[in-house]
């Protein structure tokens, strides 16, 4: 690998990977190209841009673009692509699953197809934890069936299992990893953590899902590119591995400790109606990952804490998104209406 292109590398995951892999190897050039949809945003990279340029460039286009898609590849002569492009969060995805479907599913077609035309080096698909379903009991395998139950999983989903059949097919040298909940600098504050956070700074209510007990595994996003470093230098092509701290929390308990942090009253907490399809309970066997010589270096508790700091560190930053008309309407739009009296 020389010449990285990383999709989605201006939204959350992709930024901090794009800034890890810079810092860490200095003989790697990485072409962000990004779409610069509402969660894409430069400023995320304004220090690599600053501090790497002669190694790093910026591609403005759409992963579902092919025209696009080559002029990058044979412009900055990509050898690998790591795919964070994506449309995310589960409550957009059923507001608006068009989105979901010709991102994640078809964008992903649009690249496999490049590099089956390119006969590039290396193709690793970032994936969801999400797309084994709610699992009540034990740890999801990576062997295990998917069993989606959003619009956003299904998507992922299905952009997993085309990934397959083109490495079986074509014998494309894939490898897909599926990451638990991430948390930390740069995360668009629609999603749980950092809106929590926020919103306590500014003592506003914190909207949690009915009774707040679905579980989940936050991880940090820093332990969470290093695994995705470690799966492309050492993984096995083919295959598909767990990223996650393999621990679980509550989401009312991360609620708790954000106020905890803050020093916020646990009377900003209010109990909305909980999102259609919820699922109750994800949890990750990450041994494999880990047979690689990974293992995390947060845990829940250190990664929620992490990210505190990080908002606390960098209120500029949010406070431009959260002040703009765009993120007003879509907290409008999801939350107005639901609070359970």
């Known amino acids: 690998m020389k010449n990285i292109l990383v999709t989605g590398g201006a939204g959350f995951i992709g930024s901090n990977f794009t800034r890890y892999m810079l810092e860490h190897y200095s003989n790697y050039k990485v072409v962000v190209y990004d779409k610069l949809t509402y969660a894409g945003n430069l400023d995320n990279l304004q220090d690599v841009a600053e501090r790497f340029n002669s190694r790093y460039a910026f591609a403005h286009a759409d992963i579902c673009d092919k025209e696009a898609v080559d002029q990058a590849i044979r412009e900055h002569q990509i050898d690998t692509i790591v795919n964070f492009a994506a449309d995310t969060h589960v409550d957009r995805s059923i507001m608006d699953p068009d989105a979901f479907v010709m991102t994640d599913v078809y964008g992903t077609y649009v690249l496999l197809e490049a590099v089956r035309k390119y006969q590039l080096e290396r193709y690793h698909q970032i994936g969801t934890d999400e797309v084994y379903g709610h699992v009540p009991r034990g740890a999801s395998k990576e062997a295990d069936p998917v069993a989606p139950r959003s619009p956003y999983a299904a998507s992922k989903a299905s952009a997993d299992l085309m990934i397959n059949a083109y490495h079986i097919t074509y014998n494309l040298p894939v490898t897909i990893s599926r990451g638990a909940n991430n948390v930390g600098p740069y995360q668009y504050p629609e999603k749980v953590v950092p809106l929590f956070v926020t919103n306590a700074i500014d003592n506003q209510p914190l909207p949690l899902y009915g009774d707040g007990l679905q579980v989940r595994d936050y991880q940090y996003v820093l332990d969470h590119c290093e695994a995705i470093d470690l799966v492309l230098h050492k993984g096995q092509i083919g295959e598909v591995y767990n990223i996650g701290t393999g621990t679980e929390m509550r989401n009312i308990d991360m609620t708790h400790l954000i106020l905890k942090l803050l020093n916020k ?26 047979s690689l010589g990974w293992e995390p270096a947060h845990t829940c508790a250190d990664a929620i804490e992490a990210t505190v700091r990080w908002y606390v560190d960098h209120e500029a930053w949010w406070r431009k998104i959260k ?14 209406g639901r609070e359970i009296k």
Not at 273 to 290: E, M, S
Not at 323 to 336: L, V
């Open 323 to 336: 002040s703009g008309e765009r993120y007003k309407e879509y907290y409008e739009r999801q939350y107005a």
């Open 265 to 290: 009253p646990e009377a900003l907490i209010q109990p909305v109606i909980d999102r259609p399809g919820h699922d109750r309970r994800y949890a990750l066997d990450v041994t494999k990952i880990r």
